[in-house]
């Protein structure tokens, strides 16, 4: 099933402006929530816009809220996200990180009180136009154990920088923090395929290739997959996108970050707001002037594309390519969506009067 | 073979005294070099002290040099470190950060024409004092190859974040973006010891367990070891260190990067200058007051090492309790050198006349 760009934004606009989203809002968190779906993060696009609606229904999502700083010095804020999309807050402090560092050559927030924001890369590649550096963190529902743990207490935190360059495509990573995101996950559970070894360890902390792991009450497994392939890297890297998320801003943090899922409850003594997000913006002429720096990143990218390849691959990439050529691909030739992802947007659609 | 600390710490600061090195400057770059023998990371300690000698003989390390800030704004720096020694250049520009977040939250600094600077972490860690977030990147000689490339084009480019608590030590991440560090196989390398598959590629580019095969022509493995395992964010990690350290600030970036053995020249065609690195500060109380981020701090950390571990395994650890450990243990109890260390560091005194 392959549905237009303009069909799906458009479902998915009203589907947001009936549960009571104002007009821009229902248009940005369209255009943030569609913008996985065209680069191919499928897992962080439309797939999850019931969910969205369920927690609404919880009231664990406020459809028009107040969203504002509560806090700032020159380059640092705090913003309350008033249990608003994520989708919508972001991008407001994501914008405000931009403004900072139009004044004083970077800006850095910090976020509370905040739901899923979509794909890390869409509010790091906000700074872009500005020719500045983006980046954004967040943290999410517990599904990963740290190094040693048994327990789930990160998430699996992404981090995305993007960085402008001239004549070449941005360099823009989006990566979660853990070997392979749950996304892919699902992919081998609908093909009933083994896991590799590294993604995931099984309720007892045991290595499994269990594809289903995870839901058996196992976990995800940070970048590195095991100590002795630097798992305790990875483990570091989702503690502080976690950190830098909730412990600055004042969200919940760790094993107290709000599930996703409407069905499982929050926890009844939680330890701040919501769950957290970070996003920086640094201006690139803070450091030298802009031509300069993107003339050298042009250079670094021209080198690096063109590495000579291992046995068996055609070429090295940049970060970034992959999802932009599948941006391209999806705008013109429309969106793949899983029949299940589609039924299920059907159903969202007639509960609210919608057509798809 | 084991060496009291202040035994080394004198050695070095005279060593370093004898090349020409203002006294102030000798007893820092000490300090820094030697808190990687304490900390355990012994190949970035006094086992390269010659190394930086030679590069003195070379007249690519500079004694004398005139470190100066060339470009700010109220939040960012470029840092000027005039070939001096990294460990030197490091620690003044982390604190040209630190002023820059005294006055407006957060201070970003980009270093041009230095040179290597010892471990990561201990320039992170000197934000810890003012209540601020600490971080540090490097650059360093190309020995690692990005997903699917046969050619080496990055440093093992550490990442260092720390983060200050209340009654629990700091959170102090310190880490190449590598699978392993170079130091890991120097082990392997001893022992006749085969690697683990992921952390090393042939020369052809194809996965090796030769402890040697860098050595061969081979490289090091990004963070993840091999695509299925998530490479390509330890290479997008790696560039993202890269580009901050040297294409924000002027230095040389990529495989351009000066090689730290004396022995392998420079390329002719430099890109920038010298090697580069990027520091940040962030003060807490920028976003929230002090207290409340410690104590939530504390509250993190003790739940994560209140974790249930996984068979085997005794606890999970925060990122840096390892380190702070054995730094107690050197400390009290002095520094173990290898033979062939011990013996360089004589033939380096009989040299200049300083008895170890």
């Not at 069909?7 to 229902?26: M, V």
């Not at 100590?227 to 600055?248: M, N």
Request: glycine fraction near 10%; include cysteine.
């Amino acid at each position: 099933m392959v549905i237009e760009y303009t069909q799906l934004y458009d479902f998915t606009k009203k589907i947001l402006l009936q549960i009571g989203c104002p007009e821009a809002d229902a248009k940005l968190a369209a255009d943030v929530l569609l913008s996985a779906d065209l680069r191919g993060v499928d897992s962080h696009g439309v797939a999850r816009l019931s969910g969205y609606i369920r927690l609404w229904e919880k009231k664990r999502i406020n459809a028009q809220p107040n969203i504002k700083t509560i806090y700032e010095t020159p380059s640092t804020a705090v913003v309350d996200g008033d249990a608003g999309l994520g989708l919508v807050v972001a991008p407001f402090a994501m914008r405000v990180a931009i403004e900072k560092a139009k004044n004083v050559g970077t800006g850095w927030v910090s976020v509370k009180n905040s739901n899923h924001y979509g794909i890390a890369g869409y509010h790091s590649m906000m700074a872009l136009e500005h020719d500045m550096i983006g980046i954004s963190f967040t943290n999410a529902s517990p599904l990963v154990s740290p190094t040693f743990s048994k327990e789930r207490l990160l998430g699996t935190n992404p981090i995305s920088v993007a960085i402008p360059a001239g004549e070449e495509p941005p360099f823009v990573a989006d990566m979660a923090t853990t070997t392979a995101a749950n996304g892919k996950l699902e992919i081998l559970q609908r093909k009933n395929a083994d896991a590799p070894f590294g993604w995931v360890q099984d309720g007892e902390g045991r290595p499994t290739q269990d594809a289903n792991g995870v839901k058996k009450g196992g976990a995800l497994l940070p970048l590195g997959g095991d100590r002795e392939h630097g798992s305790h890297k990875g483990y570091a890297l989702g503690s502080i996108v976690d950190i830098f998320s909730a412990i600055l801003s004042g969200a919940n943090y760790g094993p107290w970050v709000p599930p996703f899922v409407a069905f499982l409850e929050p926890d009844p003594n939680p330890v701040g707001e919501g769950l957290g997000h970070f996003f920086g913006a640094m201006r690139v002429d803070a450091f030298r002037p802009t031509s300069e720096f993107k003339s050298h990143m042009d250079n670094w990218i021209k080198r690096f594309r063109a590495a000579k390849p291992t046995p068996g691959n055609p070429k090295v990439l940049i970060p970034g390519d992959p999802e932009r050529e599948l941006e391209t691909e999806r705008m013109n030739k429309g969106i793949p969506l899983l029949e299940p992802v589609f039924e299920d947007l059907q159903s969202l659609g007639e509960k609210f009067g919608v057509r798809l």
